[in-house]
């Protein structure tokens, strides 16, 4: 593929409707271990105007990879000219590294019959639906707070009311806000790993949020932590990219948790994206479909906020029918056996 001028394709994601971090030559600095490549179509005048980064990681033991594009394309989801000008590469490549099949989950709702449809005219099969959330890349299910033209007192009194006063009560209770730097990273693995063992969530490594921390520059990577008593109870790790903030990771201690820390946390998060004139703030995903799963807690918190419940498509085109069989059948229950060994030598 062509050479990327960085600083013009960083300017075209953060310019555009569906621009993602995850997009970003950044977040291919975090996935390192996978091999880039990037895609871009430019218009009559040069200006780039659809792009697609690809992930590509070759299987162990076999001569095949997967290629992966994580919330791409960046395109007009009705721009069917660029789409199919980018599949066409994405096909090329996929013959130069024999990947398999190429998975992509793109920032438009499952709702968009119209981009189905054409998806599926360039070879790719939509999943309807999800039997395990576990085995998505990216979250399929999320919560989105529209902040596009709102101002704080609006934003705020459109929580619920017991959101508003645990936010309120947080502030009574003398919980304090700060920004954290890289060598408070052991105090956010930490609570992270707390969060973890009481809730069943898997929780990356320390040097993998040292990768994320030096990946991204400091306008667009934040880690915020709540103290109470001199303490730090509870921590977010936020990107900020284009028109979105994603509050990526995030948890609390056991201890203090009636003191509503998370709730203040997540509405400075929120501040901070209206004071950059953002148009959303991205909760992230949610296991939980509905307040009746196991998980509602997370659920429940989250849809406090207002934000709008929404669900993405998640699609594949299959090279290798044979591979892709193989690799349907085996990888996912390898990957649960490998979880389970690891929460029994923990």
């Known amino acids: 593929m062509e050479n990327i001028n ?6 075209f994601l953060e310019s555009h409707e569906k621009g ?3 997009q970003s030559l950044e977040w291919a600095k975090v996935k390192s271990d996978w091999k880039n490549e990037i895609i871009i179509i430019r218009d009559e005048k040069g200006k780039i105007k659809a792009s697609l980064s ?14 992966y ?8 989801p009705d721009d069917e000219k660029s789409f199919k000008e980018l599949i066409k590469k994405a096909d090329e490549l996929a013959k130069k590294y ?7 989950d793109p920032d438009i709702l499952v ?4 981009f189905k449809n054409m998806a599926k005219k360039y070879g790719f099969k939509i999943e309807e639906k999800i039997k395990d959330v576990n085995t998505l890349l990216q979250p399929r299910f999320v919560f989105r707070l529209d ?6 007192d609006e934003v705020f009194a459109s929580f619920h009311s017991k959101t508003r006063y645990n936010i309120r009560l947080a502030t009574k209770k003398g919980v304090t806000i700060r920004e954290g730097k890289r060598e408070d990273l052991q105090q956010f693995q930490d609570i992270l790993e707390t969060t973890g063992t009481r809730d069943g969530f898997y929780i990356r490594n320390k040097e993998y949020f040292e990768k994320l921390y030096d990946s991204f520059d400091s306008k667009h990577l934040k880690l915020v932590f709540a103290d109470y008593q001199g303490k730090p109870i509870a921590c977010v790790l936020n990107i900020f990219y284009g028109n979105k903030e994603w509050y990526l990771y995030g948890g609390s201690l056991n201890e203090h948790r009636n003191v509503m820390s998370t709730y203040l946390l997540q509405w400075e998060m929120i501040k901070q994206a209206i004071e950059r004139n ?3 703030y991205d909760f992230r995903g949610v296991c939980a479909t509905d307040a009746t799963h196991y998980n509602e807690g997370l659920y429940r918190f989250k849809k406090g906020f207002n934000a709008d419940f929404v669900e993405f498509i998640d699609m594949h085109k299959v090279y290798n029918k044979f591979i892709y069989f193989l690799f349907e059948k085996c990888a996912y229950k390898l990957r649960d056996f490998k979880l389970k060994l690891s929460k029994i030598f923990k």
């Not at 594009?69 to 007009?76: D, I």
């Open 6 to 11: 960085e600083k013009e394709y960083q300017e």
């Open 20 to 22: 993602h971090y995850a």
């Open 54 to 67: 690809l992930l590509i990681r070759k299987l162990p033991y076999i001569n095949y990879s997967i290629m």
């Open 69 to 76: 594009a994580p919330r791409g394309p960046v395109c007009n």
């Open 98 to 104: 024999k990947s398999f099949m190429l998975k992509m």
């Open 111 to 114: 709702s968009n019959n119209e």
């Open 147 to 152: 902040l596009k033209g709102k101002t704080e």
């Open 278 to 280: 953002m148009d959303c």
